[in-house]
């Protein structure tokens, strides 16, 4: 079965681009969820999706940061101006009825 | 400026020995709780999971054991072996359960030395 992918698994750009990080769930799951990892903080949870209805964007650091679920199999993150300390690694989970959250492998993004 | 970051807690064990993962949680409230593993270059993956009118779940080779008195959680890894060798990471569900969201703890690595 395929898992939570994401794409991409890497990304370097400058400071002030747009980078976009893109999350197809596994097929069935209605949670979709956006985390980050860093040293500094952990694995913060920025955002989630119930049935493609952002639920709780609480996380979401400034409004550089937007995602968007316009159907149930794909979901992006958007940053808009990049900066440096957004450098990090982005995971993308998805989840069924009452089951665990299973990740993929994350994008580790590099914003020079 | 110098960075900090996080310092994990490391538990280093030998082959072949069990190991014992712990982790306080937060929230007395919280119904769900789950352990996952992250090898490095990969994502979070889930080991075992238990609900909060339990307080001992077996899985292959791993047990957790849930203290809701104390709020504790631990991860019981029997015959550890290399490959156990990753960061743990203790979750738990804040109800209403049917969010699904999460809170994690900030992990801790188990090496194994063969």
């Known amino acids: 079965d395929a898992g939570v992918i994401q794409s991409p698994r890497h990304e370097v750009t400058e400071m002030g681009q747009e980078v976009t990080l893109r999350c197809k769930p596994i097929?069935?799951?209605?949670?979709l969820f956006w985390y980050r990892q860093t040293m500094m903080r952990g694995l913060e949870l920025l955002i989630y999706?119930?049935?493609?209805?952002?639920?709780?964007d609480s996380g979401m650091p400034e409004d550089r940061f937007s995602a968007k679920m316009p159907n149930a199999s794909f979901s992006t993150l958007k940053i808009q101006p990049s900066e440096p300390r957004d450098s990090a690694v982005y995971f993308c989970?998805?989840?069924?009825?009452?089951?665990?959250?299973?990740f993929g492998d994350g994008t580790r993004l590099s914003i020079l | 400026g110098e960075s900090v970051g996080l310092h994990l807690p490391t538990l280093s064990v030998q082959e072949g020995d069990n190991s014992i993962i712990n982790c306080a949680y937060s929230?007395?409230?919280?119904?769900?709780f789950i352990w996952y593993k992250q090898e490095s270059g990969k994502g979070p993956q889930f080991i075992i999971d238990?609900?909060?009118?339990?307080d001992k779940r077996q899985g292959q080779r791993v047990t957790v054991l849930l203290n809701k008195t104390v709020k504790h959680l631990s991860l019981q890894i029997a015959a550890t072996q290399p490959g156990d060798s990753a960061v743990y990471f203790c979750?738990?569900?804040?109800?209403?359960?049917?969010?699904?969201?999460?809170?994690f703890g900030q992990g801790t690595t188990l090496q194994v030395k063969p």
């Open positions: 097929s069935g799951h209605n949670s």
């Open positions: 989970a998805s989840s069924g009825g009452n089951q665990p959250q299973h």
């Open positions: 929230n007395s409230a919280s119904d769900y």
């Open positions: 979750a738990e569900n804040i109800p209403p359960s049917n969010t699904g969201k999460l809170i």
């Open positions: 238990i609900r909060s009118n339990m």
């Open positions: 999706f119930n049935n493609n209805v952002p639920i709780d």
